[in-house]
């Protein structure tokens, strides 16, 4: 019954606008920007690697922020109360209705983030190699400092210590974990206040890991070197965000979360709002008037 819900959520996506909007925004998104990598690879002819797009975009905090926020178009509707909603409760339990609703939430939120590594493959393969080493851009990227003037984060660390198609996986993988969380949050709040909490309580949970950007904060609290890092660190612990970003991390040599380290804690919140949001649904009011037009 749990899949039986979940699929019913796929079968409304049919000639959905919503859903076509949420889509085609995420793929002018990921144009707008890769743009850059793209134009930066072709000014000094060079070829990139099929990945490294995607990589050096989402490994940018800001990027997965505006990736994720697409997907309140794609959830606006949470959570999903439709007219087939009173026969799968009369047949199974609230529980049971809400957990499908979490496995639909889940397996749409994997297939806009592979839609989005796609999208970026698209864009970059005519001057693009798959082998699994990094590419003439990539270094120029990372030594030149030229990644930070263009905000691709080509982080040296990162190149150093890892693969394209490993980097891409856990890339992908972080930025699943994030936006999970900030759906399940959504959630959580449109069950036990109301939608507009629900979108409140994004819209909050987006601004906490926008402020908590470390080089904000260097520059509004004029931190120095040493306090600076320090700032770094316990940012890369506290924010969310801070830790879906993949250059953020532990690879070897310094105190930040280590990869494996944010996908416990990412694994441990989405089970805490799997048991809050279970919880919850307990003293939700359905309510059907109005449901036949979703």
Partial sequence: MVLSVASYNFLRWHKNARVVTAFLLDFILCYLLTDKAVQFALERDTTMQIFEAFIWTFGDSNAILLVSLLLLILFADMPFITTATPFYLMRTTRRVWV??????VVLATLLFMVFTLFS????????????NRWSRTAAALAYSGSGKELNLPSAVKAIEMSRPWQSMLWVLALMLLYTLVMVLVMLLFNIWKG???????????????LLLNPDNIKKVLHLPDQLSYKARVLVGWISPLNQATFY????????????????????????????????AIRRYAFSFSGTEGK
Wanted: hydrophobic share 55%; net charge neutral.
């Fill in 248 to 279: 953020m991390h532990n690879f070897g040599y310094d105190k930040l979360p280590t990869l494996g380290q944010t996908v416990a804690i990412g694994l441990a919140l989405l089970a805490v709002l799997l048991i809050l949001t279970i919880c």
């Fill in 120 to 131: 970026t493959v698209v864009l970059t393969m005519q001057n693009a190699f798959t082998g």
């Fill in 195 to 209: 939608q507009m909490a629900g979108i409140a309580a994004v819209i909050s949970f987006s601004c906490y890991g």
């Fill in 99 to 104: 957990v499908g609703q979490m496995v639909y």
